[in-house]
């Protein structure tokens, strides 16, 4: 009920879903997002996209974080994109 209220007055909640790509294989028993070495979020999956040769997940990431800006999710370097995502090799 608190949760549903907090969300009703601001409008909005603190975390998004969003799309990761990695060129390099993530670590998949390391579950943070991190930018500028602060968490931002955390990993909620990670698979291997055969069509583009590459490592494809999603995650919960704070509303602040830059988009533009380098992350390491999964203990690798990382891209942020909105979904639905278009996945270039």
Do not use: M
């Not at 909005?12 to 990761?20: A, D, F, P």
């Not at 990431?61 to 203990?75: H, I, M, W």
């Amino acid at each position: 009920q608190e949760v549903v209220a907090r969300i009703h007055f601001r409008g909005h909640t603190n975390r998004g879903l969003v799309g990761l790509a990695w060129q390099d294989a993530p670590d998949t028993q390391q579950g943070a997002v991190r930018q500028r070495d602060r968490a931002v979020g955390r990993v909620a999956s990670i698979s291997w996209c055969a069509a583009i040769e590459q490592y494809v997940g999603l995650a919960l990431v704070r509303r602040d974080v830059d988009r533009n800006q380098a992350v390491r999710a999964a203990a690798a370097p990382a891209r942020l994109g909105d979904l639905p995502f278009k996945l270039t090799p």
